[in-house]
């Protein structure tokens, strides 16, 4: 307001570039036995390990590190971001990353052969008594947490990850998140799970693919949208 003083807050912060290159070297003795369940094959889009890198952000990144909000480029934010950082405040003891709910039925998809097998499973089906998976474009990563975890540690050594591949029936396509689905499966323990508003899915794919019968139960969500998720190229709303 005109003639009222305005008082400007400086707020110490540093930014910090990191070659994708140097990132990927460091990522793949980690990521290489997974790449296998949780990519497409060779070549394809989330084959490269900078789609893995989430998984072992906490062996990369700097000691001094604690904890790291990742974020996919294709997001609209609607409240500051700070109040997504709080997040981390609501973590249970045994959580280390806060991920939000895959908003389609990809997981009852990728889930197939294993539903299939367990008729009366939870896995891939929607909220709020399924287990839809999760979707990777906004994540909460308690870096020294994971540092920390013996199961998280374990779950990472290929004959783990081989292990519940083989029991859940499981390959998928889609980098981390399958990785993450995975092991929430087994392991609901480690994830505190954010509320859709914080990553409002917009793509509709399987609507139109096989699914519409039972599309809205994943894609429902209530409640003031926070951050919209314009996934698959989806026009994200002005409003």
């Not at 707020?11 to 910090?16: D, L």
């Not at 900078?50 to 609209?76: G, N, T, W, Y």
């Not at 499966?185 to 954010?194: A, G, I, S």
């Amino acid at each position: 307001m005109e003639g009222r003083e305005r008082k400007i807050w400086h707020t110490p912060a540093g930014v910090v570039f990191h070659d994708v290159g140097v990132l990927t070297d460091k990522l793949f003795p980690v990521v290489e036995a997974m790449q296998k369940h949780f990519s497409a094959g060779s070549g394809t889009y989330y084959s490269d390990s900078i789609f893995f890198l989430s998984v072992a952000m906490h062996q990369i990144m700097p000691k001094e590190i604690l904890r790291i909000i990742q974020l996919d480029l294709d997001l609209k934010y609607k409240t500051n971001i700070r109040e997504l950082f709080e997040e981390f405040d609501s973590f249970l003891p045994d959580a280390i990353i806060g991920i939000a709910r895959e908003m389609q039925p990809v997981y009852r998809h990728t889930f197939w052969q294993f539903r299939h097998e367990n008729p009366k499973t939870r896995v891939g089906n929607p909220p709020p008594e399924g287990l839809p998976g999760f979707n990777s474009g906004v994540m909460l990563l308690n870096l020294e947490a994971m540092r920390q975890s013996a199961l998280y540690s374990r779950l990472l050594e290929p004959a783990h990850v081989q292990r519940l591949a083989d029991k859940y029936r499981f390959r998928g396509h889609l980098g981390d998140q399958d990785f993450f689905t995975m092991i929430g499966m087994e392991h609901p323990e480690l994830f505190h799970v954010l509320d859709c508003t914080w990553n409002r899915q917009l793509c509709t794919w399987w609507r139109d693919h096989g699914y519409s019968d039972v599309f809205e139960a994943y894609f429902r969500c209530e409640g003031h949208v926070k951050i919209y998720h314009g996934n698959c190229n989806t026009p994200i709303p002005d409003a």
